[in-house]
């Protein structure tokens, strides 16, 4: 079965450290796909990567920049200078394939960010 | 571009009672999906649609859970009659599922989140 597993229940860092969350995933499958979303208090998940297992390039997008390493099945986040604003709970997530193909969200448990002024 | 639309965003119900969520996906996506996040936990997926047919409610409890989208677009999900473990926030995503099987990121709406009493 799949797994994902977010050790860091909770961080807190003063504003402009840089932080990294960390996510370690389990699955048999060969062709998978990861995510992390952002769920800020107003309760929505929101998108902010999609990396699939054969595309092990890390990823940069302004402040935030992606680790991923299939050989210790791990797609860690980090943001660097960070801000007040990037407090939030964030979820790592791995999609599994389903019989009917398409795919469904295995998530961990979130890490919850708090960013101090 | 509208996002997925959740009706209420919160509800307070006394146990025993019954309650309906509303979800509207994202215009043009075929698959819906209904999750429940228990308060510290990631999303877990109750159900999923593409387009009418329910292709995964193998996490529904069906003694007490029912969803249904009839016409392929907007979906329900009723609970009836609630206990007070169903205290969570449902939310609702949807995506693009192409007939490869390939499927596309799936974006959240805001939640409803259910008090029960």
């Known amino acids: 079965a799949q797994k994902v597993t977010q050790a860091q229940t909770e961080i807190s860092v003063v504003e402009k450290e840089d932080v990294t969350l960390d996510c370690v995933y389990e699955?048999?499958?060969?062709?998978?796909?990861l995510f992390w979303y952002k769920q800020p208090p107003s309760g929505e998940l929101v998108f902010l990567i999609r990396?699939?297992?054969?595309?092990?390039q890390n990823e940069i997008s302004g402040r935030y920049s992606w680790n991923f390493q299939k050989s210790t099945s791990s797609f860690n986040f980090t943001i660097t200078a960070s801000q007040v604003v990037d407090s939030a709970v964030y979820f790592c997530?791995?999609?599994?394939?389903?019989?009917?193909?398409?795919?469904?969200?295995?998530f961990g448990q979130g890490t919850r960010l708090t960013i101090n002024p | 571009e509208a996002g997925v639309v959740q009706s209420p965003r919160y509800k307070i119900i006394e146990k025993k009672q019954p309650v309906a969520f509303w979800c509207n996906p994202i215009?043009?996506?075929?698959?819906l999906y209904w999750y429940r996040q228990n308060l510290g936990q990631g999303p877990e997926l109750l159900i999923r649609?593409?387009?009418?047919?329910?292709?995964?409610d193998s996490q529904l409890p069906k003694d007490r859970f029912s969803a249904e989208r009839l016409k392929g677009v907007d979906s329900t999900l009723k609970i009836q009659p609630a206990e007070l473990g169903d205290s969570a926030v449902y939310l609702c995503?949807?995506?693009?599922?192409?007939?490869?099987?390939?499927?596309?990121?799936?974006?959240f709406g805001p939640g409803t989140r259910l008090l029960v009493l």
């Open positions: 699955t048999r499958d060969t062709t998978y796909y």
């Open positions: 997530a791995l999609s599994e394939a389903t019989i009917q193909g398409a795919q469904k969200l295995v």
């Open positions: 215009s043009g996506h075929n698959t």
């Open positions: 995503a949807s995506s693009l599922v192409l007939t490869s099987g390939y499927q596309e990121t799936q974006y």
């Open positions: 990396r699939n297992s054969f595309d092990e």
């Open positions: 649609y593409e387009n009418e047919e329910a292709v995964d």
